[in-house]
């Protein structure tokens, strides 16, 4: 018995110090010691509302971190914190087999034959008719809750706490293998963030950065503050206006910029208080998005902190009419929009007439817009850098792969403003920027569109037309792609893949932006340019203002009567209001702000203009920029699962308001501000005039997407819309002469164009594409029906087998330089500990392995001959595959290689033929594509975005592993189906270069096609491998056509 209890121990695989600390646990308890069982009341076995939803039991965090062991001599043992993880399928939404609109196939009878029957849309459905329940309505909350959801899948997390001086990574095998001899057994996983009492801080180089910019901005401010403080009360103040430099200095002083933020009587112009209706608007809808945000930021964590998460509070967002401010979330972006479109065109417009056209003020212009929006980026960003320091508990571990690692990667797309182009949120570095990223596009083309204004009605005819294209380009991906509109179309959706692709596409997409943005530039220009506009008598203002009030509320309401958990809506009901709904809305919110800063609504504009709102207003863009985070530190510190109440979530959210507005106050003076008039020094914007110009000019506001209702003389814009005839002619004068030399040159060159695109436009561009591709195609192509979705190998078909061979002497060359320049990161010291341990375990059993010394821990400085001896053993292990620590080498190696190709040292060679296959597949044919390989999907992205034709990303929907199964095996090929949400197999191609898959994949009714590539294993393309198979020597030998009933043209 003893020899079989030893024997089962050490098939466990637990290291000798985790099985002493469990030993020592044992003794304690029978020696009646109370702090060993801790460890076991820290823990939560059976959670209560479980039929209800919990999807954690989080167990006492602070009980279990705080745990030590009084005496140990040979080591300390403390309570170590971690989270388990347990697949639950049964919440993933399930996909029918059938169309959704064909009532024939609705009213069918569906049967439930089999415990396998429960995993199928019939079966499932089968079984809630059985106890009269909606199958549909369940099954469409789901598919809302997977694609809100920021994690893939859903679990069950547990809580455990064990010994600081076991590792999750050996528990997690102990647990598994244990759990081996039951039939379908549950696979756990255990995260390797875990939290102990006494755990280091480690700054990485985003984080000092964060630290040095800060104290060096908040000691520069303190000075500059004190000496204001110090020229106001114990000199001459006037000094201030003598001195130049002392203006310089008190650009950074908080007083100042206080003054200027609560409006000041001396800092302050009658054009400073016109638009401050406008903060006020922006506030309130502000405000409403963050307590919005508060309710469904819980979905978007996977519901992992609350209880009753399928019965309570989240079940009534997509039905009670009290959260209709949730269901209509775009409309506040919109607003947002509308608001900053606004300014800019009061701006344009303005008053300061004397700067003529030139492309040296539109580059000034641009410059002033993009530093504009980019300080008010900055100290959001910073504050995500420094999050992670300052949290703690079971789920914070998330917020770093979530917000902190999209800023160290993509943090250049933010700062260019292009990430209003990235495919997922997940990769968007500070996820409200997008917002400002498309303004910046649009607002490039403001001056031009309202230069035409000049010309009365041939401008309004251009904002008319401006409207009606940015409608139809708006409803493009819905009339022509039959892209469903997420949530109100959920019950359409095909995959969750799908739903997350429509909600990116229709709630951050710039096109759906572009006709709240030609509205608010009309506004803008009026408010500026025609504030007097004769509205006829008593009765038709009356009539007038009822109708443009009633615009939103209709808005509103109209979209209250499409509910995303029954779907069945009319299509035309649908899609007309999805055309006119924005229209109305900024139309009639563009007409409470006309009227409240043209003397038409006085009361109205005093009433939401107190003193006491203005500052909030100013930094509402601020706070909303902030707002994720704040919210974000709240539901990822929860240390206790809780159900959601309207209490709890609207008193916490007075809370995180006040910390939001009080967190862009900071910014404000520490970033905007300051920058704002360095900015203005810096272009050297007032001295585009004449002293006499400048004296008389009226200020303005600042051409930022809000200087939040104020008016500066601070940017030089271009005044494309002069208030008189004589200026009229004046810029006319100006125009004509900066275009007439480029008029005589490109005039039929651009008549050709616009004949062209007016001919043709996007989809007669298509279709001369498949027409001359129709023609090139040789007689060797097969003509293949079109699938859903192509399933490519990376390696045999995108890329030569040969670069895993280049891959790995890569790996093996540049080594030792990598271990010596990331020596103390935390990838490198886990895996010198877990040799230096390993190889003493070896050693003790005989096994021959090369000698390693003990690395120090974190606080001290490892000699030379530490980082020699581990570099040694490191190329050993690569040159022997030593299996024990394959998946530490394996990390190793994706590292190196991933920073690789970051710094260009190493770039993926690819077959030629695959960029114009991969146009013609998704550009052309509209098909997704999906890459496979061994590797993780990450691998795979870093990969293909490094290519030496480019970055491949863009074609691929997402990449597909082979981990957890056998890539010859049938069963492997029926889990991507699901995977895909794929229900017909037959609507997924598989192209590899290997015959055995392509059978294999065959088997389970999987289409596929094997590519012959040159210079690969000719053995394998053997006739007898290959027979019954489809074969293609290139890709460009695949024709897809859209004929139902055609096969694979296997000749």
């Avoid at 069950?156 to 600081?164: D, K, V």
């Avoid at 609560?262 to 922006?282: F, N, P, V």
């Amino acid at each position: 018995m003893n020899e079989t209890f030893l024997q089962f121990i050490q098939d466990l695989e637990i290291s000798p110090y985790c099985l002493a600390s469990f030993n020592h646990l044992l003794l304690e308890m029978k020696e009646r010691r109370l702090w060993p069982l801790k460890f076991i009341d820290a823990m939560e076995f059976l959670p209560s509302g479980l039929l209800e939803g919990v999807m954690s039991m989080f167990g006492v965090y602070e009980e279990c971190i705080n745990i030590e062991s009084p005496m140990v001599k040979w080591n300390d043992i403390r309570g170590k914190y971690c989270l388990a993880k347990v697949h639950l399928p049964f919440l993933n939404p399930l996909f029918p087999e059938f169309d959704v609109h064909d009532d024939n196939d609705l009213s069918r009878n569906h049967e439930l034959k089999s415990i396998k029957d429960l995993y199928t849309y019939h079966g499932r459905k089968s079984l809630y008719n059985r106890i009269n329940r909606d199958f549909d309505h369940s099954n469409n909350k789901f598919k809302i809750l997977q694609m809100l959801n920021m994690f893939n899948g859903s679990y069950l997390r547990i809580g455990l706490c064990f010994p600081s001086t076991c590792s999750s990574f050996e528990l997690e095998r102990a647990i598994n293998k244990f759990l081996q001899p039951i039939s379908n057994p549950i696979r756990i996983e255990i995260e390797e963030e875990c939290s102990y009492k006494g755990q280091e801080i480690e700054l990485d180089n985003h984080q000092r950065m964060a630290i040095f910019i800060l104290v060096g901005l908040c000691l520069l401010v303190g000075a500059c503050t004190g000496f204001e403080y110090y020229l106001r009360n114990f000199r001459d103040p006037n000094e201030i206006n003598k001195n130049q430099y002392n203006s310089y200095l008190l650009t950074f002083s908080a007083l100042s910029n206080t003054r200027y933020l609560l409006g000041h009587a001396d800092m302050a112009t009658e054009d400073e208080k016109r638009l401050c209706s406008i903060d006020s608007i922006t506030l309130f809808f502000v405000i409403m998005e963050f307590v919005g945000r508060s309710y469904v930021l819980p979905i978007f964590y996977g519901m992992i902190n609350i209880k009753r998460a399928l019965n309570g509070l989240t079940d009534q967002y997509f039905t009670a009419k009290k959260f209709f401010f949730i269901r209509g979330s775009s409309f506040a972006v919109c607003t947002y929009v509308l608001a900053s479109s606004i300014i800019l065109a009061y701006n344009i417009c303005g008053r300061k007439s004397q700067i003529k056209p030139s492309i040296l003020n539109y580059v000034k212009f641009i410059l002033n817009r993009y530093l504009s929006i980019i300080r008010r980026l900055i100290g959001p960003i910073l504050l995500i850098y420094l999050m992670p320091l300052f949290g703690d508990g079971p789920t914070w571990h998330y917020f770093s792969p979530l917000y902190v690692e999209p800023c160290k990667h993509n943090l250049w797309k933010t700062l260019l403003l292009i990430n209003n182009f990235e495919s997922s949120f997940d990769k968007v570095c500070l996820i409200p920027s997008t917002v400002f990223s498309a303004l910046f596009y649009m607002s490039l083309a403001a001056p031009f569109i309202l230069y035409t204004l000049n010309h009365k009605y041939f401008g309004y005819i251009v904002f008319i037309m401006l409207i009606i294209l940015g409608t139809i380009i708006s409803v493009i991906p819905k009339i022509v792609y039959n892209l469903p509109v997420t949530p109100y179309e959920i019950s359409s959706i095909s995959s969750v893949a799908e739903a997350k692709l429509s909600f990116i596409h229709y709630y951050s997409s710039t096109d759906q932006l572009i006709v709240v943005f030609a509205i608010g530039l009309f506004v803008g220009y009026l408010i500026r340019c025609k504030p007097k506009i004769n509205l006829g008598k008593r009765a038709a203002n009356i009539a007038l203002w009822i109708g443009m009030l009633a615009l939103p509320i209709i808005s509103s309401q109209w979209n209250d009567t499409f509910k995303p958990l029954k779907g069945n809506f009319s299509q035309f009901n649908f899609i007309s209001w999805f055309l006119l709904s924005k229209i109305m809305w900024c139309f009639g919110f563009g007409w409470i702000i006309y009227t409240c800063n043209t003397g038409r609504a006085n009361t109205f504009n005093q009433a939401i203009t107190m003193s006491l709102i203005r500052p909030l207003g100013k930094l509402a863009f601020g706070a909303y920029l902030n707002h994720i985070t704040i919210l974000s530190f709240r539901q990822l510190t929860k240390k206790q699962t809780s159900p959601l109440t309207n209490v709890e979530i609207l008193t916490n959210d007075i809370s995180d308001i006040v910390i939001a507005f009080t967190v862009a106050y900071i910014f404000y003076i520490l970033f905007e501000r300051p920058f704002y008039y360095w900015i203005k020094m810096i272009l050297n914007i007032e001295n585009d005039t004449n002293n006499d110009e400048q004296q008389t000019a009226v200020k303005r506001f600042s051409m930022s997407d809000l200087e939040n209702g104020k008016l500066h003389g601070d940017h030089g814009e271009f005044d494309l819309k002069p208030l008189n005839d004589t200026m009229r002619i004046h810029l006319n004068h100006c125009h004509h002469r900066m275009i007439h030399n480029n008029n005589n040159n490109n005039n039929n060159k651009n008549n050709k164009q616009q004949q062209q695109q007016s001919t043709t436009g996007f989809d007669g561009v298509v279709r001369q594409d498949r027409q001359r591709r129709k023609q090139n195609f040789g007689p060797n192509t097969k003509q293949i029906r079109k699938p859903n979705n192509i399933l490519i190998d990376i390696y045999g078909v995108i890329a030569p087998w040969t670069f895993v061979n280049q891959l790995k002497t890569h790996a093996k060359e540049n080594i030792d330089d990598y271990v010596r320049e990331n020596w103390n990161s935390k990838l490198m010291r886990t895996i010198a500990s877990r040799m230096w341990e390993q190889f003493k375990i070896d050693r003790k059993a005989g096994i021959k392995v090369p000698d390693i010394q003990e690395p120090n821990d974190g606080n001290k400085q490892d000699d030379r001959n530490v980082i020699d001896s581990a570099i040694c053993c490191i190329r050993w292990m690569l040159e022997t595959k030593y299996p024990t620590l394959k998946t530490q080498m394996e990390k190793l190696c994706t590292d190196l290689w991933s920073h690789s190709f970051e710094t260009g040292k190493l770039k993926a060679d690819v077959y030629p033929d695959i960029m114009d296959a991969f146009h013609y597949w998704r550009f052309e044919e509209f098909i997704k594509i999906y890459s496979y390989a061994s590797g993780p999907v990450e691998g795979q992205r870093q990969f293909l975005r490094s290519t030496s034709v480019g970055d491949l990303n863009r074609y691929i929907a997402n990449g597909l592993n082979s981990s957890g199964g056998y890539k010859f095996d049938p069963n492997k090929y029926r889990s991507l189906c699901a995977a895909l949400r794929e229900p017909k197999p037959d609507n997924l191609l598989y192209i590899t270069d290997d015959p055995r898959k392509a059978r294999a994949a065959e088997t389970v009714g999987i289409r596929t096609i094997v590519v012959n590539r040159t210079g690969s294993d000719t053995g394998k393309y053997d006739p007898k491998e290959t027979q019954a198979l489809t074969v293609v020597n290139t890709l460009a030998d695949i024709e897809f056509i859209n004929d139902p009933n055609a096969s694979i043209q296997c000749c």
